[in-house]
Structure formats: structure tokens, C-alpha cells
């Protein structure tokens, strides 16, 4: 039995940029806010596609600010048509990208010197 390969495939992330920031002076509210921006596609190459992905988490009192963007690199096969290339890119990728961002925010807030934070599991097509 041979393997097909998937016409749309993850290739690689990167952690282009992150920050956080805490106050100090008051409790830190555990209730927080996940917001994403994700940017249109872009074409390298003709078959393959960047998806910037910015992630800001903050909490109720304004403690606690983490802000991450990432970039997740992805290939399509070239007979993949417009709209299903639009479909695959629009959902499926951020909801392949999101898992390592969420990774990457509590590793960082578990180093922080505060509670780490482990984001819900989202369905970030629906925001």
C-alpha cells in the first residue's frame, strides 16, 4: 500500500517576536483574553505559503500582557485549486500554527516566576 502525500503540508514554524509583561504591584487575575490576528498568505515560490500569526493574551486586571508572533511556512501541491488553497490556508493553518504558540507561552510564563499559564485548546477558525 503506498502513501499519498497531503496536498497541503506544515514545513516549519518560527517565534518571530514575543514579549510579556507583568505587574507586579497587584494579584494577577487568573481570567484571560486570547486574541489572534492572522495576516493573508503569502506566496513564496508559487508553492509555498507563510501565515504571520500574532497572538496577545492579557489578563481581566491588566496585569499580565503576553504578545507573540509567529510566522508557520507551509507547502501546497501545484494542481491544488484557488479555493481549496483559500480553505486550507484560512483554517487549517493557524489551527495547525496555534499548538506551538501555546507551547511557547507556557514555557515562557513557567519561567516567568508566575503561574503558568496553558491556554485552552481553541477553535481559532471560528474568531
Do not use: C, W
Request: glycine fraction near 4%; charged fraction near 25%; aromatic fraction near 10%.
Amino acid at each position: 500500500m503506498s502513501e499519498s502525500t497531503a496536498k497541503f503540508r506544515f514545513v516549519n514554524y518560527k517565534i518571530k517576536e514575543s514579549s510579556i509583561k507583568i505587574s507586579t504591584d497587584k494579584q494577577l487575575d487568573p481570567h484571560i483574553n486570547v486574541k489572534f490576528d492572522t495576516s493573508t498568505g503569502t506566496i513564496i515560490d508559487g508553492h509555498k505559503m507563510r501565515l504571520d500569526l500574532a497572538t496577545t493574551i492579557t489578563n481581566g486586571n491588566e496585569t499580565l500582557t503576553i504578545s507573540v508572533k509567529a510566522e508557520g511556512y507551509f507547502e501546497f501541491d501545484n494542481d491544488i485549486t484557488q479555493e481549496l488553497q483559500d480553505k486550507f490556508f484560512k483554517i487549517n493553518a493557524p489551527a495547525i500554527l496555534f499548538p506551538y504558540i501555546r507551547a511557547y507561552i507556557s514555557t515562557l510564563t513557567s519561567l516567568s516566576g508566575i503561574e503558568t499559564i496553558i491556554l485552552p485548546t481553541l477553535n481559532i477558525s471560528r474568531r
